[in-house]
């Protein structure tokens, strides 16, 4: 191999495997052996034959090592580069979302989906909301925020700023500090208040994304939440966890003849009651601050409850492998009763957006549930998150939504 202005780290061969395999991550346990390497700086991966599988930031505060951003030898790390890679980002989006309502309300960068490992960006019509999880991305942001902001506003996008949601208990993993705030643009004011006003689906809906979940708002449900809305029409729906209402307020405007949205949070009941009000629903819609948990089991059962479409869009209940036994049990339940309280031949909307609660076992668990419910599923459709959250096929991680429309019968 020609000599290498990087410094080198040499990985076993299970990491040399996973590498060529096509993920991007080298674990701590998969380095052998490495000289000169700097936290948040790139570094050559070799094999322990010295051969070159890929160039990554490397930091040695993280399990993950080192995280490859390229396997082309011949790549320049430049702005350049990285201008290229964002550009390619955004083409993707406008290909996989149109240039209408969709686009301007949607996720432009995707992690290691986009080949930025630990680099989040969403879009809410003039304002981007960034979280950054890696060391190397946190030391390129500066240059990553300007260039993107560039290309958006080269393609007659407007833009007024960047807003990071830095907030999150994973940086401290990489050695960064907790944190939120407007990034200040160079020669430009840091934009007036917190929310945005989005449209999706036809929705008009106002997003805090300063104290919202995540980044404010769930896009990878976009497509879903239509979905949800063509099955509605005349039905009577119960969104559980409905956060701001979005499930709620898409079945509403599909034509449901009530809905009623539970959620423990109740600033999100307020917002949620908020947004349906402004899109002129109120009337078709409740909400309710409680406990889906308590909620679920107090309802009349076969068919008794009042419902004939139930949504269940719950958080991630388990974030590690080792949670997952007591997550399942967690979704086993809200499945169970959700089945017990539907009518025959009505309907459930059921969802996980944990990566760790694979699509084995979950559709494990709806089977059980089914079986203890002593129900029948029909399947209307399998769906996952949207295309602006890209699933790369050698990378598991990416690959987090899984949601199903069912008959119960």
């Not at 996720?107 to 950054?132: H, K, S, W």
């Not at 409905?242 to 599909?254: D, E, V, Y």
Request: charged share 25%; net charge neutral; with cysteine.
């Amino acid at each position: 191999m020609k000599e290498r202005a990087y410094p080198r780290a040499e990985v076993t061969r299970r990491g040399e495997r996973s590498i060529r395999e096509g993920h991007p991550w080298v674990y701590h346990t998969e380095v052998t052996h490495w000289e000169g390497c700097i936290s948040g700086e790139l570094t050559d991966v070799v094999s322990s034959r010295g051969s070159y599988l890929g160039t990554g930031f490397y930091n040695e505060h993280s399990k993950i090592r080192l995280r490859l951003i390229s396997r082309n030898a011949n790549d320049a790390f430049d702005e350049a580069f990285f201008r290229r890679r964002l550009r390619h980002a955004w083409e993707y989006r406008k290909a996989v979302m149109g240039t209408g309502e969709d686009i301007r309300c949607c996720r432009l960068i995707f992690g290691e989906a986009d080949f930025f490992p630990g680099l989040t960006v969403d879009r809410f019509d003039r304002i981007l909301v960034a979280q950054v999880l890696s060391l190397g991305m946190e030391l390129r942001k500066e240059m990553l925020f300007r260039l993107l902001v560039e290309i958006l506003r080269e393609d007659g996008q407007e833009i007024d700023g960047i807003y990071e949601r830095n907030d999150v208990p994973i940086r401290e993993r990489e050695g960064l500090s907790q944190g939120k705030g407007f990034f200040p643009l160079e020669g430009e004011p840091i934009p007036a208040g917190t929310s945005a006003l989005l449209r999706e689906n036809g929705i008009a809906y106002q997003v805090d994304f300063e104290n919202g979940q995540k980044t404010g708002f769930f896009l990878d449900q976009k497509y879903n939440r239509q979905a949800v809305a063509r099955l509605s029409r005349g039905r009577r729906v119960l969104d559980c966890f409905t956060h701001t209402g979005s499930f709620a307020l898409n079945a509403a405007l599909g034509g449901a003849q009530s809905v009623h949205g539970v959620d423990v949070s109740e600033a999100a009941v307020e917002l949620a009651q908020s947004n349906a009000r402004r899109n002129g629903l109120e009337d078709r819609i409740t909400f309710q601050a409680a406990n889906v948990f308590d909620l679920l089991p107090s309802l009349p059962e076969n068919g008794q409850s009042g419902y004939d479409f139930i949504i269940l869009d719950p958080p991630a209940f388990t974030k590690s492998r080792q949670t997952v036994e007591h997550a399942a049990r967690g979704y086993k339940e809200i499945n169970l009763r959700a089945m017990k309280l539907l009518p025959r031949g009505g309907y459930l909307a059921t969802c996980s957006c944990s990566h760790f609660m694979t699509e084995p076992l979950f559709l494990g668990m709806l089977r059980e549930a089914a079986a203890d419910a002593s129900v029948s599923l029909r399947q209307i459709e399998a769906r996952q998150q949207s295309p602006d959250h890209p699933i790369l096929w050698n990378v598991p991680e990416t690959n987090y939504l899984k949601f199903y429309l069912f008959q119960v019968v």
